[in-house]
């Protein structure tokens, strides 16, 4: 065989060669799996990466149930000989304090000695309390409730803006406190002549001169009635 004969031979077999090897990886399956990504949850909270939709997984913290109040007579206001009870916690138990505002308008605590609160609503005075055993540094955190105890009852009839009946008595009450209480007088009221009756008795006072500062308002006790008549034009 010829030189340039056995080289065409060689040049054909390469060729076919190639030819088969290039048909076997087209025949090659390209399908390649999609494993989905990875995105780990703890319990119902999402912890991935959010979607391009802006959705953001709500929390799952249990809401803390808030704990019972004590009566709201925040607007309470404080004077000498008041009774009171002081409830502190958050000292690992709860501690109540019976005590009557003195003289001076102060009431005596455990650790910090005497405290003024008289002249301030229950509310102010609970703060008080809390704020000065913090900075006697008794506590660093304390919650203080103050409850006013009433000393009886009185009653209001007649001629008066709010309802008729019976009214708490605590501390020192006068005729123009009750009246106040009662919402005053309506524009009927003879306030000239209010009746105090106390154990059937009964009193005439002027009110309209105590309100005037021309003469001093009368207290009450306990079991006390107040009846403001109607004026006659």
Known sequence: MKPEDIIKHLLIFTFVSVAFLTGGCLTTSTYTEKVPAYRPE???????????????????????????????????????GDQITINIYGTGEKTAIEDVIDATGSVNLPYIGSVKIGGKTTSEAELHIEESYVAGKIYKQIQVSVVKAFDGEFYVH?????????????????????????????????????????????????????????LDSAPIKPGDMIVVDKTRW
């Open 42 to 80: 703890v319990g119902n909270r999402y912890l991935g990466k959010s979607e391009s939709t802006g959705f953001t997984p709500a929390s799952t913290a249990t809401p803390v149930a808030a704990e019972p109040s004590e009566p709201d007579d925040s607007g309470v206001m404080l004077k000498r």
């Open 158 to 214: 007649g001629e008066v803006n709010n309802k008729q009946g019976v009214y708490p008595l605590a501390g020192d009450t006068t005729i123009l406190d009750a009246i106040a209480r009662a919402g005053g007088f309506t524009v009927f009221a003879k306030q000239t002549k209010v009746k105090l009756i106390r154990d059937n008795d009964v009193t005439l006072y002027d009110v309209k001169k105590m309100m005037d500062g021309e």
